[in-house]
């Protein structure tokens, strides 16, 4: 029964490339072409192949009906989550996670540092679009109109010296973001905090959502901050790849595996 799934879900890529005959299939398997008959029409009979007038077969409309709903039904913060956890408890530093939604950069998710100056963001809340890390790792990933039309119609609050002064600066910083995959916010909306973010990437390699690293120049230097952005994206890429359905195992799955 296990050999029969292998090859029926064999298929599925070999038609991804693009249409092919009953011959090409079972050249491709290695069968013989009434075991390929037999394992198009069961796939066939759940819509996630499609026979064509020209007797070739494709990839079925229930099959990418599936795929858009899995996509649309995952929780990022809750598939986040656990990562987020366990790299608070090695740094201890305040972890964000936040999306693109409305207009809007909204946090979703955020451990707390277990230094006793914290901050005071919360879930739910929006961010300073212009000068927040995740803001521009989000908003980076836009198409460019999309982007330049975002730019164009917010304000630029001078929040400190180090805020994002005007659209045609806004627009140049997202372009250095979205080339070397993260940003940094270094007292752009508080002087005494500095942030560090990494993006969430899903299926498509589309950015989903972004986590970042937050702390107070009074625990940690933006020098020392900057020190932890290769774990910042380890984390974030492991969240993807989880996210994206790569099979790289929950956190708590990595610890069972050498219990």
Not at 93 to 100: D, E, Q, S, W
Not at 118 to 145: C, F, H, N, Q, W
Not at 175 to 191: I, K, P
Request: proline letters at 7%; charged letters at 25%.
């Amino acid at each position: 029964m296990s050999q029969t799934v292998d090859r029926a879900l064999s298929i599925l890529p070999l038609l991804a490339q693009g249409p092919a005959d009953l011959g090409q299939v079972a050249e491709r398997l290695g069968v013989h072409k009434s075991t390929a008959l037999r394992l198009l029409r069961t796939l066939h009979e759940h819509g996630l192949v499609h026979r064509q007038q020209d007797q070739r077969y494709r990839l079925g409309a229930r099959l990418f009906a599936l795929a858009q709903e899995a996509v649309e039904n995952l929780d990022v913060r809750e598939i986040a989550h656990p990562y987020l956890v366990a790299l608070n408890e090695e740094i201890g530093h305040t972890v964000h996670l936040a999306v693109y939604e409305e207009g809007e950069v909204v946090y979703i998710d955020k451990v707390e540092s277990r230094y006793p100056v914290r901050m005071y963001s919360r879930i739910g809340k929006p961010v300073a679009i212009t000068v927040a890390a995740v803001a521009k790792l989000l908003l980076a990933d836009l198409p460019e109109p999309e982007r330049r039309a975002v730019a164009a119609r917010l304000d630029y609050p001078p929040y400190t010296p180090r805020s994002t002064p005007n659209a045609v600066a806004f627009l140049a910083e997202l372009a250095t973001v979205r080339e070397q995959g993260w940003a940094t916010d270094l007292g752009g909306h508080e002087e005494s905090i500095n942030c560090v973010a990494a993006p969430v990437r899903g299926p498509g390699g589309r950015v989903v959502a972004a986590m970042s690293v937050s702390a107070p120049n009074v625990v940690v230097t933006a020098e020392e901050l900057l020190g932890l952005l290769p774990l910042v994206r380890r984390t974030a890429e492991a969240v993807s790849r989880e996210y994206s359905g790569s099979g790289t195992p929950h956190p708590q799955e990595q610890e069972d595996e050498f219990v």
